[in-house]
């Protein structure tokens, strides 16, 4: 994999101006997202503050910075970013497909989600609560594992578990029909928080208390600081300067994840500052 | 440099006045990512500081008795007691200040 330039994640209106504005200063890039851009953007009914587009649906404004990206020769990768490594002079880019990208430097343009972690779900990170099936698969060998699941894609995550870890519960927090092993007991509740006594780990719902040794809570999307691991945040926004940089020297934050107001517009200008700050910084090194 | 130990050589950690262990795994992609980074910091402090590496695999009881639930998981340890845990990849200047500050 040839490490590019430029890795900008995220193809809302922030990511496309960033792609844009980085291709025309000749950088090479790497456009991640979805080839459709943003299921946002194009269900907004109409947009009326984007100047130079009076009153624009988000399906034609969609339909537009589709056609400036084509226009640029701009490509889409559809790949989801799972971690963010800042190994110093380079970032190294996980992705779900099993790809790890490499990049001089990275445009983080993902949005917002409205996902909260659960009560003591952060504090517990590390010390019985994981993000990563994985990862600390081979930890939980004998042990009780609860999965809290948000989407049916998570359900492989918690067979996989269920080779290694002596019992596993999952929780789905969705309505569809679950499709697990037997062996993995299904518990329709929903989780109010999670907290540790020292030994065991307890998941409150709101029909009582589970208990286990292990809580893997996999989500569709994680927060910009699990995301990127040293990244510092302000709740669910990454804090930038005016230049739109990060603390991690080489990391960029432009559009709703570096907060409000949550505006196409404003998204766009952040995602042209992010990529000129990323230039600039690039040809100021190239230079020394 | 970071040495890599096994469960019988653990003795070194306990009789270090200042050391760092790596608990990680080959399997563990955020693990192979912090080898540069902790190899780096041990180059950065060297002769301050002992560097070791352990698998958990390879260790289980090891990581087992310093609760080590979450890998890459690496604990400071001060005249042979463990003094702090940081689990996940850190990036170098985070890390490197954290083990300065709690060792130095």
């Given at each position: 994999m040839d490490r590019v330039d430029i890795a900008i994640i995220g193809t809302g209106p922030a990511g496309i101006s960033a792609a844009i504005t980085s291709v025309i200063r000749n950088k090479k890039i790497l456009l991640l997202g979805s080839a459709d851009l943003s299921a946002k953007m194009r269900k907004a009914q109409e947009i009326r503050n984007y100047p130079g587009l009076p009153a624009v649906s988000g399906e034609a404004l969609?339909?537009?910075?589709?056609?400036?990206?084509?226009?640029?020769?701009?490509?889409i990768t559809e790949d989801k970013i799972i971690s963010v490594y800042a190994m110093g002079s380079y970032f190294a880019l996980q992705a779900a497909s099993g790809i790890m990208y490499e990049a001089s430097s990275v445009i983080l343009a993902a949005g917002v989600t409205a996902a909260k972690p659960f009560p003591g779900e952060e504090e517990l990170l590390g010390r019985g609560v994981s993000y990563c099936a994985t990862c600390d698969a081979p930890l939980c060998r004998g042990k009780e594992v609860i999965v809290i699941g948000f989407s049916p894609d998570e359900e492989k995550e918690a067979a996989f578990l269920a080779e290694t870890a002596s019992a596993v519960t999952y929780i789905p927090m969705y309505r569809q029909e679950v499709q697990l092993p037997e062996t993995i007991r299904v518990e329709r509740a929903r989780p109010a928080g999670i907290a540790s006594d020292g030994q065991k780990r307890i998941v409150r719902t709101q029909e009582g208390t589970l208990t286990c040794d292990a809580v893997f809570v996999l989500r569709e999307s994680v927060s910009a600081g699990t995301l990127v691991p040293g990244l510092e945040t302000d709740g669910p926004h990454v804090k930038v300067d005016l230049q739109?940089?990060?603390?991690?020297?080489?990391?960029?934050?432009?559009?709703?994840?570096?907060?409000?107001?949550?505006?196409?517009?404003?998204?766009?200008?952040?995602?042209?500052?992010?990529?000129?700050?990323?230039?600039?910084?690039?040809?100021?090194?190239?230079?020394? | 440099m970071v040495k890599k130990i096994s469960g019988d050589d653990f003795q070194e950690v306990l009789e270090s006045k200042k050391a760092v262990v790596d608990f990680s795994a080959g399997w563990c992609g955020p693990c192979k990512m912090l080898a540069p980074v902790i190899d780096a910091i041990s180059s950065d402090l060297d002769g301050q500081v002992d560097f070791f590496n352990i698998d958990v695999d390879e260790a289980p009881e090891l990581a087992a008795q310093y609760s080590v639930m979450s890998i890459p998981a690496v604990i400071l340890f001060k005249d042979g007691e463990a003094v702090s845990v940081a689990v996940g990849f850190r990036p170098q200047p985070e890390l490197e200040t954290w083990i300065r500050d709690t060792l130095l």
């Amino acid at each position: 994999m040839d490490r590019v330039d430029i890795a900008i994640i995220g193809t809302g209106p922030a990511g496309i101006s960033a792609a844009i504005t980085s291709v025309i200063r000749n950088k090479k890039i790497l456009l991640l997202g979805s080839a459709d851009l943003s299921a946002k953007m194009r269900k907004a009914q109409e947009i009326r503050n984007y100047p130079g587009l009076p009153a624009v649906s988000g399906e034609a404004l969609s339909a537009a910075m589709q056609e400036h990206l084509s226009s640029m020769g701009i490509e889409i990768t559809e790949d989801k970013i799972i971690s963010v490594y800042a190994m110093g002079s380079y970032f190294a880019l996980q992705a779900a497909s099993g790809i790890m990208y490499e990049a001089s430097s990275v445009i983080l343009a993902a949005g917002v989600t409205a996902a909260k972690p659960f009560p003591g779900e952060e504090e517990l990170l590390g010390r019985g609560v994981s993000y990563c099936a994985t990862c600390d698969a081979p930890l939980c060998r004998g042990k009780e594992v609860i999965v809290i699941g948000f989407s049916p894609d998570e359900e492989k995550e918690a067979a996989f578990l269920a080779e290694t870890a002596s019992a596993v519960t999952y929780i789905p927090m969705y309505r569809q029909e679950v499709q697990l092993p037997e062996t993995i007991r299904v518990e329709r509740a929903r989780p109010a928080g999670i907290a540790s006594d020292g030994q065991k780990r307890i998941v409150r719902t709101q029909e009582g208390t589970l208990t286990c040794d292990a809580v893997f809570v996999l989500r569709e999307s994680v927060s910009a600081g699990t995301l990127v691991p040293g990244l510092e945040t302000d709740g669910p926004h990454v804090k930038v300067d005016l230049q739109m940089r990060t603390n991690l020297p080489g990391c960029y934050a432009c559009g709703d994840i570096a907060g409000k107001p949550y505006q196409y517009i404003k998204a766009a200008g952040q995602g042209n500052t992010a990529a000129l700050s990323a230039v600039s910084d690039l040809d100021e090194k190239k230079d020394s | 440099m970071v040495k890599k130990i096994s469960g019988d050589d653990f003795q070194e950690v306990l009789e270090s006045k200042k050391a760092v262990v790596d608990f990680s795994a080959g399997w563990c992609g955020p693990c192979k990512m912090l080898a540069p980074v902790i190899d780096a910091i041990s180059s950065d402090l060297d002769g301050q500081v002992d560097f070791f590496n352990i698998d958990v695999d390879e260790a289980p009881e090891l990581a087992a008795q310093y609760s080590v639930m979450s890998i890459p998981a690496v604990i400071l340890f001060k005249d042979g007691e463990a003094v702090s845990v940081a689990v996940g990849f850190r990036p170098q200047p985070e890390l490197e200040t954290w083990i300065r500050d709690t060792l130095l």
